[in-house]
């Protein structure tokens, strides 16, 4: 009798538990399927259907719309595309690795400021911020203009609507996205951790490499994530920085719906992107359970 | 038996067709309006460009005629036609597009044929401006503004060097490399090498499309950037020296500089409008006439020739704006004239992809 009352009585608190889950959940996962999964299934649906002449869609059902994204044309801008995102990427890791290494060593004030400084730029609009980057390195701008006046160069650099410029501007943009989870990861780690490597008979070098280091790749993965994935949809950067000479895989999809009244196509290329960036996820789950499972073992 | 029934059903649809076409016969002609109608019981819904309007336009029209106006703005022709194409009634009842875009609007059947008699004003419409050739007679659109395409240049920059042609743009001197720029726009992306080469601006040839987008691509290599929203800037800082331009947005660097100056090309170049439709589904129509006449008041569109310096299709309108401005801004001063000697702008229907791959080819080479 007293063991069916327990039962009836954890019964009862698992379901408050879950009811008090489901409470929790029900505005986040409405908003994901209201806002998120169901255009996306509209967008996956478009991309069987033919282009209507005017935009919008016609009802006549087709393949062909995933055959054209194989152009090659189209496979170069995507290539393209990722190589200018993984170099971003690949700056802002080696630059806002030993910023959040150095924001750790820091008092807890002067981390707090620095944390703010690294969020302030995004209190400002970001087409304001990327025109500043056309002010400061056009011909006639002013690190030109300065370089010319203190007798560095006598004719001006020509900086911008390059390749080279369109990763500047996206390494500018999502740096923070990049020191912050690194941050974060780094301030975890226990510093018994290191002491103990050390006491081991570990160099300062071989605690870095073997212990800081593995314990920061969550947060490295997260932060490279966060700023690969608006790199390569960004087509704001390439516009302004690239002046239209670059093209990304996010102007080929805006052209697509806003220009070619290609709607199908346009959705078809959104798809795949992405795809894409779901198998990046994936990997990176992968990549993260390897690791924290070695840690564990 | 079977032979029968089936003729019934075929005779019976063909009696629902011809009820339906007839139906549809009543509804395409000018569907009865109401000059008398109480416009403050309408309700207007406005569709236009950003900063492209007095501001005040929806306070003035609603004192007038105590028709509420609600204005809503974009940014594109393209987002507009999205709200317009997407089925059943939009809430817009009247839209400002460019004039290729009304045409394709009233290829599906969504503008309403305008009644002159209720828009008396649009007898200020100047005569060579009835005839553009995205609606022949002005049937289904009354023109906002107009102009045309050409270079924007710094004279004093290319002194014994001013552009006379679009190959100056397209193929610039030794010195002038890295100092041009050209819009972004597919249309007037294609525009400047399709004229080189002696073709039309709205051209579907294949053949035709491929040596433009060569020559497209032997360009970008002497070109700064594509740009549509700032290349007047960049001939004021001197960062460019000439740079393809709508003729209203050169004035604007002009404005600023008087060396900048405007020229249409000698291989002539495009005539552009954007114009004003009235939708099919609006409720409002006779307050949507309303507002198209009181735009054709001269008092009304001046204002767009005064502020936004472009030049507008209302002879009396004109008359009142341009003597003051044409001394400073010389490309006011083209006349009806000569913007129709350009290309008239066309929808370009499925051809439309046609250009979007080759812009794409063109810019990611």
Redesign the interface.
Known sequence: MAQVLVRAERDAVKRRALLARTIFLLPGLSYITIFMLIPLGFIFFYTFLT??????VEYIFTLENYTRALDS?YI??LI?SILIAASATLLALLIGFPAAYAITKLSSNWQNIFLLLIVLPFWTNFLIRTYAWIVLL???GFLNKGLINIGVIDQPL?L??KPGAVILGLLYAYLPLMILPIYSALVRIDPAMREAAINLGASPAQAFRQVTLPLALPGVLVGSIFVFVPSVGNFIVP?LLG?????MVG??IR????????WPFGSVLAICMVVMLLLLFFIQARVNKSVLGEKNG | MRMVRKATVGSVAALLLIGLSACGGAGSGSSALDPNADLSQQKLTVSIWAAYYPEDIAAKFEEKFGTKVTITNHATNEEVMAKLTAGGDSGIDVAFVSGQFAQALAAQGLLENLDKSLIPNSSNLIKEAEQLSYDPGAKYSLPYAWGTTGICYRSDLMKGDEPTSWNDLLTPKAKYKGKVTMLATERWLMLPAQKALGYSANTQDEAEMAKVKDLLIKAKANLLAYDDTTFYERLVSGEAVMVESWDGWCNYGTAKNKNIKFVVPSEGSDLWADTMVVLKTSKNKEAAHAFLNYIYDADVHSWVVDNILYKVPNTAAMAKSLPALVGDFPNMGISPNELLQQEGLVDLGKASSLYTRIATEVTAK
């Open positions: 282009r209507g002449t005017y935009g919008g044309l170069q801008i393209e056009n011909t006639q020509e911008l609507y516009e002046g239209g000479k670059t093209v102007n080929l052209d697509q719906f806003l220009k070619a009244r290609d």
